[in-house]
T-cell receptor, first 113, second 116 residues
Framework: DGGITQSPKYLFRKEGQNVTLSCEQNLNHDAMYWYRQDPGQGLRLIYYSQIVNDFQKGDIAEGYSVSREKKESFPLTVTSAQKNPTAFYLC????????????FGQGTRLTVV | DQQVKQNSPSLSVQEGRISILNCDYTNSMFDYFLWYKKYPAEGPTFLISISSIKDKNEDGRFTVFLNKSAKHLSLHIVPSQPGDSAVYFCAASARNYGGSQGNLIFGKGTKLSVKP
């Protein structure tokens, strides 16, 4: 079955540590996105990538980094510079370069302890 | 500055009645609008969309209406069912402009509760 897989579903991190969230898709989609959801907030765009080896900052990129070495994979690193990393992180992909019906993964809940 | 606004954080409806979820936008470049449904601790799933060349799109119990002059869209669910209880996100993009303009901009969501 085609889809987007995010792992792990739950992640705990100590303050000051970097952590990487995985996102893999087998839909052959060109574009991939990372969003963050906080309680009472919408989905805010962190980073996006429309083609391999290229990515752009979204609205809240500070404290995050990404790579897009393969079409199928778009990992997100939450660095120690991110002041409020506890959140629900969602990865998405679309079949075209611009947004269409985005398909989402199941999300990763990151908690800083 | 929010470009997509869902001013009602929550809505409660009786089973069998109509649910109306509202969304307003400010960017006149938006030409494509979507509704997503989200359960707790899960990713959003696509529900229905509408292009700016239309004013209505229907899919089963779900209908989206677009009023471009008012920069307003609404999602109607008829009849509402308990399984419809979820958070509904409105999203918009300037798809025809390409590049970063095509990224989806989401509202903050409306939590719908359908009571049996």
């Amino acid at each position: 079955d085609g889809g987007i897989t995010q792992s792990p579903k739950y992640l705990f991190r100590k303050e000051g540590q970097n952590v990487t969230l995985s996102c893999e898709q087998n839909l052959n989609h060109d574009a991939m996105y990372w969003y963050r959801q906080d309680p009472g907030q919408g989905l805010r765009l962190i980073y996006y990538s429309q083609i391999v080896n290229d990515f752009q900052k979204g609205d809240i990129a500070e404290g995050y980094s990404v790579s897009r070495e393969k079409k199928e994979s778009f990992p997100l690193t939450v660095t120690s510079a991110q002041k409020n990393p506890t959140a629900f992180y969602l990865c998405a992909s679309t079949p075209y370069g611009a947004a269409s019906e985005a398909f989402f993964g199941q999300g990763t809940r990151l908690t800083v302890v | 500055d929010q470009q997509v606004k869902q001013n009602s954080p929550s809505l409660s409806v009786q089973e069998g009645r109509i649910s109306i979820l509202n969304c307003d936008y400010t960017n006149s470049m938006f030409d494509y609008f979507l509704w997503y449904k989200k359960y707790p601790a899960e990713g959003p799933t696509f529900l229905i969309s509408i292009s700016s060349i239309k004013d209505k799109n229907e899919d089963g119990r779900f209908t989206v209406f677009l009023n471009k002059s008012a920069k307003h869209l609404s999602l109607h669910i008829v009849p509402s069912q308990p399984g419809d209880s979820a958070v509904y996100f409105c999203a918009a993009s300037a798809r025809n402009y390409g590049g970063s303009q095509g990224n989806l901009i989401f509202g903050k969501g409306t939590k719908l509760s359908v009571k049996p």
